[in-house]
């Protein structure tokens, strides 16, 4: 089943196309494009399914549309890190279920505007999963602006002054990284005369002459993918947009598109470790202590926010920066730490997302202390959102633990026990914000009877949330999963490192 | 070596059931009351059944496990009933039932009750959980647990007073739990191994700055909760404003796991050898010589009945710290069994101290004169308590220091005598002059702030009496087989062979 070649076409145009026919499908009925959309997704899950399933049994697998071989024809290619999909397409059709009442009854997302943002979405999670899969520097290029151009629009999507702004700041900042990535990428080509990811390397590693256009390559594709990631001090953008978006868009953005900066990361490694050109350690050093900047930073800035989802946007950045320092450690358990975070990370903010998403919906507050004694309103929200919190401050046995306990291996590991202390204390930073959060939620008087009154919401918000939640602690308790899921594509990343 | 290693799911179910428990309890307490009362009292009488039915086995050498869960290859679950388990296992279980039989008439009319008893359940299999882990990961997953899940307990009265407390409780808390961490985390790196057993998975042929790292890692992790001075801060503030049971249970044996989590990465983690060859240990000493006098004299000047118990905590811990600093056996089987009897007579004075406060309306100690006369049984077993902690023989708080004593003139460290003598002493300063007032002093004129200023009722002062006869028994059955002294020797044996 999971051996037939196309599934990796599929999974690229399916969410695309479904984006391009979710307008006609408005024509047709007012009331299908969320229901289009999640029939989108759900497709699409079946094919990443698949995908990942062959990528776990084959190892990495390449698809060659019209059978045009790689100097011509575009590859795309599915590795361990392409895995990410699958969870692309989970938050996906989570956030889509969750829109769908979401949507319906507020008042900015007037009957006409839906469908447009159906469609956004839909071209955002093809970008992503596009961007995650090709095997080609300009395909690259092009699904990264693909899911910019889209995120920017959902950013602004909610229509208030606010969100125009923070997504106004969130294009110049994007643009001005997607123009960087696309330098390098034309540095590349002049270099090497080819596209192929694969074929850059090779070319690159037997490049004779001077090297240094390829370090400013290097350069400039870091800088690039590390804005797109929000590692501080690029992470400017951010905070508003992510706080401004709709909730369920704030899931996809946090917990999805920031990745695959991180992705992008992953892949210029693979060029350069692959080519062997120079030695990477002072980009590691840097990517090191720009990573537990981000963790300190993002979860100091995290504290002394009052609006809940301004929080969970800085403590991406403070997650983030576990990630990047997981990679910039380059040793096993450090990347494998990493590599695992994405994964959970994205899981655990899009619960965080959903679930204040949820009480935002139901309440009308945003702020701590407008939110007081929400906890009895909404006790099922109100669990998710405690164990969102308790997983991303990393509390064993739940998922978080886990790139704690590998990071901080990794951190060891490369002889840097300082970065294991950042971590581990960076993280109690932002407990220090959850407490002050339970607090307010369960030992506080309310001060708003609409909170007092509050119900849960309907279940198509509520399952998304739960589910999530619960993937959380199961994620915890199975960790071997993805963790042997992911070793063989960290030992081939690393393997050009010993020799 | 153990003697001999039986696989047994038993341990599993000492852990599970107060937490399957807690999952129960809210959905009965909507119904009635009544069930839920058994229902709780079933499962903490369950739990501590099999706490004491593990006993035998220990003695014989006994050690059960239970694997639980492979996470990744770096990461188990492992559960490992060895005797200085069982001993805390023993403690904590026995503890936990009294003082559940004291809250149930005790906080009748408090509010959130279902919350209260269902945490109250959670932390009991998570202590249960840190009494018989098998490794270190096992440990600090259930010591982090059960640091978090006593935050709504000691909030519970949702005070300014408490929250200020609880905040602060949590804090301290998570920076030692997050110290212990990086220490299991590099242990694990250096050593690659991580299973409690006596002789240690440290050797002292690894890196001696890599070693010693750990190591202060651990004691300053541990230290936060154990309130090794200067990491106290957060007991004075988080006792008196927990409820009054929970106060005896957060006295009694939460403060005590961190020295529990002391003596195993002392004994079990680097094991004696390592630590001598170190020569870190006296520093440990040092400090809880200091934490052992300087609480007490703290205590002296407290006025809040349950600050001054808790500065006695402070104090009492310090010993406990100190006799397995002194790495002889004699010390250690000391500050193991201190552990235990320290457990039982700091119930009965919270316990006591609780009733006070509900019953008479005494929250200080310049409220109390004349208490005696109007609670008669209360203050007697206040003072039975009392003299008990201040080392009077043949009370139970007389069998560890003597140990300890002996144990500090065997490791030729005479001065350590002194802190002990002296902590001694000075406990007599802090506690006697409450008993002395109650007795002997002068009862409030006839506008008295309490209108019903007569003696607690059965139902609470039965198990504050429970605590108080424990106290006589393990001090006079010390030597009885069984008895906390005979498991402490036990694990000290392992621990030294």
Redesign the interface.
């Known amino acids: 089943m999971y051996a037939w070649p196309h599934w990796l076409a599929l999974v690229v145009m399916t969410p695309l196309a479904g984006a391009a026919l979710t307008p006609i499908a408005a024509l047709l009925d007012r009331r299908s494009p969320p229901w289009w959309a999640l029939a989108t997704m759900t497709f699409t899950s079946l094919a990443a399914t698949m995908l990942v399933l062959r990528v776990f049994a084959e190892g990495p697998f390449s698809y060659l549309p019209g059978g045009w071989a790689a100097p011509y024809g575009v590859e795309l290619r599915f590795d361990e890190f392409s895995a990410v999909v699958g969870v692309i397409c989970l938050i996906g059709w989570m956030a889509i279920l969750f829109s769908s009442r979401y949507t319906r009854s507020l008042p900015e997302f007037a009957s006409d505007r839906s469908p447009y943002y159906y469609a956004l979405l839909l071209l955002n999670l093809g970008g992503m999963i596009g961007f995650a899969v090709t095997g080609d520097l300009f395909n690259l290029f092009v699904f990264l602006e693909i899911l910019s151009l889209s995120g920017y629009a959902l950013v602004a999507v909610g229509g208030e002054r606010i969100a125009e702004m923070a997504a106004f700041k969130y294009l110049l900042m994007g643009a001005v990284s997607s123009v960087l990535v696309l330098f390098a990428i034309g540095f590349l080509y002049g270099m090497t005369g080819t596209l192929n990811i694969a074929d850059v390397t090779a070319r690159l590693g037997a490049l004779e002459g001077p090297t240094a256009p390829a370090a400013v390559a290097l350069a400039l594709l870091a800088v690039g993918f590390v804005t797109k990631a929000a590692i501080f001090p690029l992470h400017v953008w951010l905070p508003d947009a992510h706080a401004a978006a709709p909730s369920p868009v704030s899931a996809v953005l946090s917990g999805l598109v920031v990745k695959l900066g991180v992705i992008g990361m992953i892949r210029t490694y693979r060029i350069y470790y692959g080519a062997g050109l120079f030695d990477l350690t002072v980009l590691n050093h840097v990517l090191m202590w720009l990573g537990a900047i981000s963790i300190v930073m993002g979860a100091f800035f995290a504290i002394f926010q009052e609006d809940v989802k301004l929080m969970l946007a800085y403590s991406t950045i403070s997650n983030i920066g576990y990630i990047i320092m997981g990679l910039g450690l380059a040793t096993t358990y450090g990347v494998i730490g990493a590599s695992v975070h994405i994964f959970n990370h994205a899981l655990i903010k899009a619960t965080l997302f959903l679930a204040v998403g949820a009480i935002i919906y139901r309440t009308g507050y945003r702020t701590l202390s407008d939110l007081r004694g929400v906890g009895r309103a909404m006790p099922l929200t109100s669990v998710a959102l405690s164990i969102g919190a308790i997983s991303i401050v990393g509390i064993p046995p739940t998922a978080g633990f886990l790139c704690k306990w590998y990071i901080t291996l990794g951190a060891f590991e490369a002889n840097q026990p300082l970065f294991g202390f950042v971590l581990v204390f960076g993280a109690l930073l932002i407990f220090v914000y959850y407490i002050r959060m339970v607090n307010a939620f369960y030992f506080r008087e309310p001060i708003h009877a609409e909170v007092t009154e509050a119900r849960e919401v309907p279940v198509s918000m509520l399952l998304p949330t739960l589910v999530l939640a619960s993937l959380c602690l199961i994620m915890g308790v199975l960790g071997r999963i993805p963790l042997t899921f992911i070793e063989p594509g960290v030992v081939r990343l690393l393997a050009p490192l010993g020799g | 070596m153990e003697d001999a290693f039986v696989h047994s799911a038993l341990p599993l179910l000492a852990v599970l059931l107060p937490i399957v428990g807690a999952g129960i309890v809210p959905a009965l307490g909507r119904g009635s009351e009544r069930v839920r009362h058994v229902a709780l009292l079933t499962i903490c009488s369950a739990t501590a059944v099999l706490a004491l039915w593990f006993v035998p086995g220990a003695l014989a050498g006994d050690v059960r496990e239970a694997y639980l869960?492979?996470?990744?290859?770096?990461?188990w679950?492992h559960l490992r009933v060895d005797a200085l388990g069982v001993l805390f296992g023993a403690t904590v279980a026995v503890l936990w039932l009294i003082v559940l039989i004291y809250s149930i008439p005790f906080m009748t009319d408090s509010h959130r009750l279902r919350r209260f008893y269902s945490f109250l359940m959670l932390c009991l299999g998570c202590m249960m959980g840190v009494a018989y882990a098998g490794n270190l990961?096992t440990f600090?997953?259930f010591y982090?647990?059960f640091s978090?899940l006593t935050?709504?307990l000691i909030?519970h009265e949702?005070t300014p007073a408490a929250?200020a407390a609880?905040?602060k409780y949590?804090?301290y808390i998570?920076?030692g739990g997050?110290l212990v961490?990086?220490g299991v985390?590099?242990t694990?790196?250096?050593a690659g191994e991580q299973t409690l057993a006596a002789g240690g998975v440290l050797s002292s042929d690894m890196d001696g700055g890599a070693l010693r790292?750990i190591f202060w890692c651990f004691i300053a992790g541990f230290g936060v909760k154990a309130a090794l001075v200067p990491l106290h801060g957060w007991v004075p503030d988080a006792h008196p404003a927990a409820p009054a049971p929970f106060s005896a249970i957060l006295s009694g044996v939460m403060v005590a796991a961190g020295t529990f989590g002391i003596a195993r990465v002392v004994f079990q983690v680097f094991g004696v050898e390592v630590l001598s060859q170190l020569g870190v240990m006296p520093y440990v000493a040092a400090l809880a010589a200091l934490t052992v006098l300087f609480a007490a004299v703290l205590a002296v000047n407290q006025d809040g009945i349950k600050r001054r118990l808790a500065y006695s905590t402070i104090s009492q811990m310090g010993y406990v710290t100190l006799g397995i600093s002194l790495l002889g056996p004699g010390a250690a089987v000391g500050a193991l069994v201190h552990i235990t009897n320290h457990a039982f007579m700091k119930g009965a004075l919270f316990l006591c101290a609780g009733l006070l406060s509900k019953h008479a309306g005494i929250r200080n100690v310049s409220e109390i004169s004349g208490a005696a006369r109007r609670m008669p049984w209360t203050m007697a077993m206040f003072s039975i308590a009392s003299l008990g902690m201040i080392g009077t023989p043949p009370l139970a708080g007389f069998i560890g220091k003597w140990y300890l004593g002996l144990g500090i003139l065997d490791a030729g460290r005479p001065f350590y005598l002194i802190v002990l003598l002296g902590g001694s002493l000075i406990a007599a300063v802090y506690l006697l002059p409450i008993i002395y007032r109650a007795y002997f002093g002068q009862p409030p004129s006839a506008s008295a702030r309490c209108p019903d200023e007569r003696e607690a009722p059965t139902s609470v002062l039965a198990p504050a009496l429970i605590t108080t006869l424990l106290t006589i028994v393990l001090g006079l059955a010390a030597t009885v087989p069984g008895s906390p002294l005979s498991l402490a020797q036990q694990a000290v044996d392992s621990f030294f062979r």
């Not at chain 2, 869960?69 to 990461?75: D, H, K, N, S």
Request: charged share 10%; aromatic share 12%.
């Open positions: 869960l492979r996470v990744t290859p770096q990461i679950l990961l600090l997953i982090e647990l978090i935050y709504p909030v949702e929250l609880g905040t949590i804090v998570l920076i997050s961490l990086v985390v590099f694990f790196f250096i790292a």
